[in-house]
C-alpha cells in the first residue's frame, strides 16, 4: 500500500492530465478525496484538471471544425446522440458548453457538435476555459470535502464487495437508458 501511495505522487498528476483531457470527472474526484488525505495537493489537482479539460474540449472541436468529412464516418453510430447534442445546444445556446461537463456522455459529443457548426472558436474557447474552471473548482473542491465521508463509505464497502460494482452498474444502466430514450425515434 506505501508503493501505491508513493506512485501517487510521481504518476498522479500525469495521470489526472491525461484522463481530464477525454472527460477526467472520476480521475477528479478521486483527486479530491486522495487529496483530502495529504497524498495529493488540491489546488494542483484543480489546475491540472481545469487545464487538460479546457484542452480536451478545444482539440475535439478544432477536430471536428477542419475534418469533418473525415470524422463523419466514425460518428455514424453516434448520429442521434450527435443531433441530441446539437439540439440541446440550440436550447440552452452556450450554458451547453459548461452543463455538458457535468453530464457522462455528452463531454464528447458537445464540441464535437459546436465545432460541425459556424460557432466561433475564440466564443467556444473562452466559455470553455470558464466552464473548465468552474467544473474543476466544483468537482474538486466536493470531492475534497467529502473525503472524510469516502474513505468512511470505502471502510464498509470493502467488507462486501460486489457491493461497489453493482451501483456502478446501475448509473452506468440509467446513464445509457436515458440516452436511449432521449435520442430514439417518435412518431
Not at 22 to 38: K, M, N, P, R, W
Not at 62 to 68: D, E, F, P
Not at 106 to 126: D, E, N, Q
Request: charge should be positive; aromatic fraction near 14%.
Amino acid at each position: 500500500m506505501e508503493s501505491m501511495f508513493a506512485n501517487l505522487h510521481t504518476w498522479g498528476y500525469l495521470i489526472l492530465f491525461l484522463y481530464s483531457l477525454g472527460g477526467g470527472f472520476l480521475a477528479l474526484a478521486a483527486a479530491g478525496v486522495l487529496s483530502s488525505a495529504g497524498e495529493l495537493n488540491i489546488v494542483l489537482c484543480i489546475v491540472i484538471a481545469c487545464i487538460s479539460n479546457f484542452i480536451g474540449d478545444s482539440g475535439l472541436f478544432l477536430v471536428s471544425r477542419y475534418n469533418k468529412k473525415e470524422i463523419m464516418p466514425y460518428l455514424r453510430k453516434q448520429r442521434r446522440n450527435l443531433a441530441l447534442a446539437q439540439i440541446l445546444f440550440r436550447k440552452y445556446g452556450d450554458r451547453i458548453i459548461l452543463i455538458k461537463k457535468f453530464i457522462y456522455g455528452l463531454k464528447t459529443l458537445v464540441p464535437i457538435a459546436i465545432g460541425i457548426t459556424k460557432y466561433s472558436f475564440l466564443k467556444f474557447s473562452l466559455i470553455n476555459a470558464v466552464s473548465s474552471l468552474i467544473w474543476a473548482l466544483v468537482v474538486g473542491l466536493l470531492s475534497y470535502y467529502a473525503g472524510d465521508f469516502v474513505r468512511e463509505l470505502y471502510a464498509h464497502v470493502k467488507d462486501a464487495p460486489w457491493i461497489a460494482p453493482l451501483a456502478l452498474g446501475a448509473i452506468v444502466a440509467a446513464i445509457v437508458l436515458y440516452f436511449r430514450f432521449a435520442t430514439r425515434k417518435r412518431g
